[in-house]
C-alpha cells in the first residue's frame, strides 16, 4: 500500500469520530439549549401536579390544604342570616370557608350555584368561578375577558376544572409572584395609593391572596362579539375607586345606584358584601407594619436543610411556633387568648346586629303589608341598606376580628345604630296603621327562619342532587377528554355539604 493511501485512511480514521464528537456535541449543545430555552413548565398550566415535578415541597404542603375539610353550617349557627338575605342565594346555603383544596367543589355544591340542566342555564353568571381556579386566567387569556365574563355560570362547567393552583400566583418562567386577575390590576390603579406597577415583592405577598380575599361586584358592560352581536358581560370589579373604608364603598355603590338584589321583605335594594379581607387588613396594625398575608398564613418551614414557604394556607393557629413567635416574645397560649377574646367581641356585636337588621326587614314587610307608602318607607329602606351592608362588611372576610379589631367593631356600632334609626321610624310607620305593638315572627332556628321567608328547602336540595348525578358528571367526562382535568385534586375529598 502506498503510503499516501496509509495517511489518508489515518486520517479518515482519526477524522471521522472527530467529526462525528464535533457533531455531537453541537447536537448536545443545540439540545442544551432547546432545554434552556422552552420553559420547564408551560404558560398557564393549570395543573398544579405539574409544577409538583420540579416543586415537590411547595405542592406537597400545597395538597395538605385538604385535611382543613369541616363543613360549618353558617345558616344554622346564626339563622337570621336567612332572614338577611331573603330573596337572595346565601339564604339557601352558606358555610364557613375550609382548605383551599375545596374551593372548586365548594361552589359547584352548594345549593346557591342551582341546578343548571344545560350550559345556559341556572341562576349564576360565569362570574363565580372568578376567584376558584387557574382556569380562569388561561380562559380570559383564551377568549378575551369580556367573553369570559358573558353567559351563565354553567358554561364553563367542564373549562373550569382545577382549584386555585400554582398558576394563579406565579409565573411560570421565573417563579416571581405575579397577579394573574386584571380587575386586581384595574382596582389598585383607580384607588391610587399603591399602583399595580409599583407592587414591591413584600406587597406581593399580599397581593396575590387579594386577587379572590376582596369585595366585589359584578359590573354590566357592554360589548359586541366578533359577529357583531351585541352583549353584556357581568365583569368581577372591586369598588376600591373612593377608597378602601366602608364608607367609601358605600358611597360607590349608591352613586351608581347599585343593588345586588331586592330584599324578599322589606323591598330594600341591597347589597351584599362579599369578603373584604384585604382591605380590612390593610387598616390593621399589622398591614400598618408591613407584615403581609403569607407571614401568617403561609410561614417559612424547614425540612433538612432546606427552607421552603408552607402552602398549606390555613390557620396560623396551627403553627403559632412560625408564625407568631417569628416577631412576638410572649407564649402561645397568650396569643391563642388573646385571639379568642377579640373573636368573642366581634360576635357578641354581630350578634345584635343580625338580630336588629332581622327585625327591620320583618317589621319593614309588615308595613309594607298594611299599606305604607313608597315616601314613608324609603328613608327606612336606606337605613337598612346601609346597616346590613356595613355589618356584612365587617364579618364576611371572615379573618377580620384578628386582622383590623377596631375597624371591625367600629363598623359593627356603625351598623347597629343604622339597623336602631330604621327601627325607630319604623314604629312610626307601624303606629299609623294601628300596628304599633307588631312583633316579629321568631326566626331562632334555621328551619324557622326559611319557613318565615317560605324557602323551598327541599326543593332545592332535590334539583342540586339530581344536577350532581347528571350534568356536573358529564363535565367530568368532557374536561378528562379535553385534557384539563386531574383527577387527583379530587382525590380523599368526601363529599360534605350542610345539606347531605
Ligand atoms: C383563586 C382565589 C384565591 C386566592 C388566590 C387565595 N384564596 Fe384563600 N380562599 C379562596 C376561597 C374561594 C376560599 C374558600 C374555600 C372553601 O371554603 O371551599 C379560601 C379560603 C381561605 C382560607 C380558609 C382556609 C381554611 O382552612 O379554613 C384562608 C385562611 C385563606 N383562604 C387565605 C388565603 C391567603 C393568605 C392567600 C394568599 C397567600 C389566599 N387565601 C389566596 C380563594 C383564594
Ligand atoms: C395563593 C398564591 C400561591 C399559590 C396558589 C402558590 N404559591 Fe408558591 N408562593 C406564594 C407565596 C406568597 C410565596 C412566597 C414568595 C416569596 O416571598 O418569595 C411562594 C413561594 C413559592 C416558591 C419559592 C420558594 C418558597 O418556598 O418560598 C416556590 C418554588 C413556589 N411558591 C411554588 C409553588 C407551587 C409549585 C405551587 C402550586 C402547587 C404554588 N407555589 C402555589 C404564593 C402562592
Ligand atoms: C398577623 C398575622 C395575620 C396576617 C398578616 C393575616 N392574617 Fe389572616 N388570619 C390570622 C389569624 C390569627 C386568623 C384567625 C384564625 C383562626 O381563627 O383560626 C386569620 C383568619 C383569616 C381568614 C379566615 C379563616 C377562617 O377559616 O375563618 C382568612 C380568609 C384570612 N385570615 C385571610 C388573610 C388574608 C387574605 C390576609 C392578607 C390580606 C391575611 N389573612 C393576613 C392571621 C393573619
Ligand atoms: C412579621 C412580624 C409579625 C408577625 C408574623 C405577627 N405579628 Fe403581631 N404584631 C407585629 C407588629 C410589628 C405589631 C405592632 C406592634 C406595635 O405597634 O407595638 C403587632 C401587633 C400585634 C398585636 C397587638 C395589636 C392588636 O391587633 O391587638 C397582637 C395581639 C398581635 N400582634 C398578635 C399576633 C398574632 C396572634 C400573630 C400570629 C397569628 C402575629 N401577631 C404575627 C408583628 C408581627
Redesign the pocket.
Known sequence: MKKSVLVTMGSVVVIVPLFLLALSINENKAEQKVINEVPKIKHMETI?AE??KH?PR??DS?VQTKKSDKITDMLEKNPALVVLWAGYGFSKDYNAPRGHSYMLEDNINTLRTGAPVDGNTGPMPTACWTCKSPDVPRLMEKIGELDYFTGKWARFGSEIVNP???A???DNET?R?TITRPHLKRALDAEGSLKAADAT?QDM?TL??AQCHAEYYFKPTDWTDKNGEKKVAKVVTFPWANGFAVEDMEKYYDDINFADWTHQVSKTPMLKAQHPGYELYKTGVHALNGVSC?DCH?PYVREGGVK??S?N?GSPLDNIANTCLNCHSSDEKTLRDTIARKLERKDELSKTAMDVIGKAHLEAGKAWELGATEEEMKPVLLDIRHAQWRWDYSIASHGSFFHAPEETLRILGSAINKGQDARVKLRTVLARYNAADYVAPDFSTKEKAQQVIGLPYQKLVDEKMNFLNTLREEWIKEATAKGLYDPKTREGLEFKTSYK
Open positions: 398544579s409544577w409538583s416543586f411547595q405542592y400545597y386555585v393552583g400554582c394563579d400566583c406565579h417563579m409572584l415583592h405577598r396575590v391572596c403569607a403561609m421552603y414557604s402552602h394556607v
